[in-house]
């Protein structure tokens, strides 16, 4: 039994309807929501490894002070932008299973290793030798995972994934994520997830400890800076496409608010601004998914699948977005309890220290 | 191997791991939750320790469970990206919904967790609520894709060129989550959670009874274990059996296999283990006739059924042995109580080493029934991944190199599950009444 032709035209260029552009605007949100909070996650991981200095203990404890909380809560934003994925745009996720498994496995592992070594080591009834070693890895997996991630999405955008007529993969897994090009975006974000890391945490440290992180989030905008400006270039040519729509189309005005959000967030930290510094990075990542996002419109993987083409059903989405727009009715003020108590003030209504039970 | 049974081998391996963690995800926080009630009215007693130390154990569970969870859900495009083009639009809706709902977890159990010094005792036990019930949640949504892979519903049929296939443009997302199998599946996966977990916790404390540390937390630990497997388990034969006659009428050749009918016809034997079988029984169970006619695996077509029959009912008999072995347990454990109780004592717990050292391998035989279980409603699916519509073999990746994943994945599982045992077991001699044996 041969597989059963079930999208002929997945590179349809007809214009999405109404729910794939919605659709797709959920996916990006739940993606910025991944890159600020689940890469600054990762980002703080990033620092862990290269906790040095006089408070390096310090570092590493703030660090893990500040993820401990929300970081699965942060993490579950990769989940339902992959299922919202899967559910309104099945041809696309197809695709990109078949076109990209060893990056997205790599990125697995790193998750795994990531999240089973943070919880290994936060386990404080453990011998310490053994929780060292397990930040040792909880770091390593920190740079591994957003270094795939983001060559696997500068894959979706080479035109380097290639269909048979039956709508299946028939490049070679290599294709795509080791051009200079996939490697620098990789690179980029890297150091992009570093940035806003070091920025969160000068935010939540104080006296000398804040400066550690703010030296730290200067060096890395300068790394960002860097990688930037290696990988910009090369985008012309590995990326064409994108590259037209950055330039001359709908995309352009990205090229220059990302950058803009960077140097502000720069600059502000220069000055000591932290709260500032944060939003502003917060607004340069969601600049560069948007830009991204716009620049790729209306292809999902560049040339052979398009938003129209890889739709599922109007009704499947519409079931999607009525879903999402209910569970957000739960998911917000969940999500404010848990930031308000462990990021903000204490609201009165629910914490009382006082009728708190003491600290074992 | 080809890469079709690499591709298996990996997706089994992964759900195989993955399927502890949700199971204790979904049962533990139910636990926590009633110990915790508990501490609220008895704050003197080891109620809240117990809490206190299962909430650090469900700490690192629900990373395990919430990484294993993220490599699944991409595995679906990594392994059967057939599968999910097919699939993604019909029964996408449940998969979201149980995003949200394991989100939910997620948050609440950041606040349980890191939440001990800063909420009060009442809001603490209020925060955990909405654990249990969003881990029971997102099992039942998990359970509709599950149940709709085994009778598929929710879409029109269009002629495809080997039979009908799906038509996509007809998916009806709601409809396709009431599968006929729903109603029976899903009250089993959550009971089979209960039953796990509940046998699980009474274990760890009834080995320490064993060893005659006979304190406070370790007699609550297993009796809050205990109350709740045994709660559950006279419901989950009742859904197994409801469960199973719901597989004869809608998956005659599971049926076969698992039930291990080599022939069709009525007054079919109920199929014990070493060749020993009731007379009529399995017929007689079906609807309480014994003349009731089972299709045998004689007349279900090979193209309906997996490699080796013989191991789904291998797999059912495991189970059903596991859910037995545990119901014996619970049973001499409430009549030792009882007789206790006669006698004028307190609620005082057995000190039978037969009783506890079935409460022993009561934590064993729940996760036992958990896998075999599902290996009978897996492996009794195939070739099948979508039943009737798709097969495994047409759903798999044609990319080359599976075997790297799967080892690559079986490396990391075992190093994750060896280092978790270890930590989890650190834990148990953590708490000063299990360590000194007060």
Redesign the interface.
Known sequence: MSVPLVYSSIGDLADPNITSLLAAGLIIVALIAYAVLGGADYGGGVWDLFARGPRAKEQRTLIAQAMGPVWEANHIWLIFAVVVLFTCFPAAFAVVGEALPVPISIALIGISLRGAAFAFRASYWAPSAFRDRMGTIFGMASLITPFGMGAALAALASGDITLNSAGVVDSSVWAGWLTPFALGVGALALSLVAYLAATFLCLEAEGKLREDFRQRALGAAVAVGITATITLPLASDAVPSLWVSLTQGVARPFLVIAPTFGVASLVALYVRQHRLAAVAAVGQTAAILVGWGAASYPYLIFPTVTLSGAAAAPQVQLAILVGAGAGLLVLVPSLWLLFSLFKGKMPGMVVSPKGARPRR | MDELLFARAQMGLSLIFHIVFSVLGMALPVLIVGVEWKSLRDPKGPW?ALA?TWS?AM??L???G??????L??????????F???????I??P??????A???E??????Y?????????R??WLVGI?IAISGMVSGAFITIVNAWMNAPVGFETIA???GP??D???????SAMLSPMVITQVPHVMLSALVAVGGGVAAVYAWAWLKNRTSAYNRAGMLAGTVMFSIAIPLQFISGHLSTVKIYDEQPSKFAAAEGILETGPNQPLHLPFGLEIPGLTSFLINFDTSTVVTGLNDIPSTDLPEKPELVHLAFQLMVGSGLLMTAAAALFWASVLRRRRAGKRLELPTNRLILWLLVLSGPAGFLAVETGWMVTEYGRQPWVIRGF??T??AV?????IAG?FI??MV?YAA?GI??IW?LL??RT?HPDTRMGA
């Open positions: 809240l206190r650090k700490a690192v629900f990373v395990i919430a990484v294993s969870g993220t490599a859900s991409m595995e679906f495009g990594l392994l059967w990206p057939t999910m083009r097919q699939a993604g639009g019909v996408g809706l998969f979201a919904l149980e995003g949200y394991f989100f939910v997620a948050i609440f159990l950041g606040i967790v890191y939440g001990w010094d800063r909420l009060t005792p809001a603490h909405p495809g060129p080997n296939t799906i996509q443009s007809s998916a009806d997302p709601i798709l097969t073999a047409d990746t044609k990319q080359p190199g994943t690559a994945f990391l994750l280092v978790l930590v650190r834990l953590e």
